[in-house]
């Protein structure tokens, strides 16, 4: 895959980037590209003779684009992280099978990683994390619809397993999706999940001033084009 990084937003402490679906946030792959090795490539560009440092702070699965944020320098990576496993602000959309009777709900379920099946499966209190997220239904076209999802905690897989464990998963989700979703996805030519990072909001590490970065109308996907 032939991939560049379009950047959001760029100062001397944070790179701000759209994530393309397909690409992976960091991998092991020999000639594959991941969007931190893209963002090393262009800061080598930018800052010549200068070894460039690219710190991870958080991750969106490979199928899923969005916006996805670097720290430029280890004290930024340091603020980063802990804000995106507290207090970042992280609103997502998707579009999911069917039409859900309840318009608007906060989903919490305990969630584990199962090893073998690369999946995040419905766990107890006592053996899984714990995993909040709302969702707010805006748009209706059976058979799907389209939700806007506030993350309330950063769980592995966590919006796809959550929103399939409740029957409506999301269009394209070849990992979680239902046999009649599936069957619609591939007539409807999705090839990734419907789900996309479209709003990340955090304080800026170095002035501590509250930063917010939203996909324009045209940046993103046709599924969820307003």
């Not at 994530?19 to 490539?41: C, F, H, N, R, W």
Request: charged share 25%.
């Amino acid at each position: 895959m032939n991939a560049s990084l379009q950047i959001v937003w760029e100062d001397n402490h944070i790179l701000v980037c759209h994530k393309p679906a397909g690409i992976a946030v960091q991998t092991a792959k020999l000639g594959e590209p991941d969007m931190e090795s893209l963002a090393k490539k262009y800061l080598a560009k930018t800052t010549p003779g200068k070894e460039p440092y690219v710190g991870v702070v958080h991750r969106l699965d490979q199928p899923v684009e969005g916006v996805l944020v670097f720290g430029k320098e280890k004290t930024a990576t340091a603020s980063l992280s802990k804000q995106l496993q507290q207090t970042a602000h992280k609103q997502y959309y998707a579009k999911v099978w069917g039409v859900l009777e309840e318009k608007e709900k906060t989903l919490v379920h305990f969630l584990e990683k199962d090893g073998k099946t690369h999946q995040a499966i419905l766990s107890t209190p006592e053996k899984g994390k714990k995993a909040e997220l709302t969702y707010r239904v805006i748009e209706e076209a059976n058979p799907t619809s389209l939700l806007e999802i506030t993350l309330h905690t950063g769980r592995f897989h966590q919006i796809r397993a959550q929103l399939s464990a409740i029957g409506h998963s999301i269009v394209g989700d070849w990992k979680y999706g239902s046999k009649e979703c599936l069957e619609w996805s591939k007539e409807n030519h999705f090839r990734y999940p419907a789900l996309c990072a479209y709003q990340l909001q955090f304080r800026h590490p170095k002035t501590n001033k509250e930063m917010c970065f939203i996909l324009k109308n045209e940046d993103l996907p046709k599924w969820c084009q307003q």
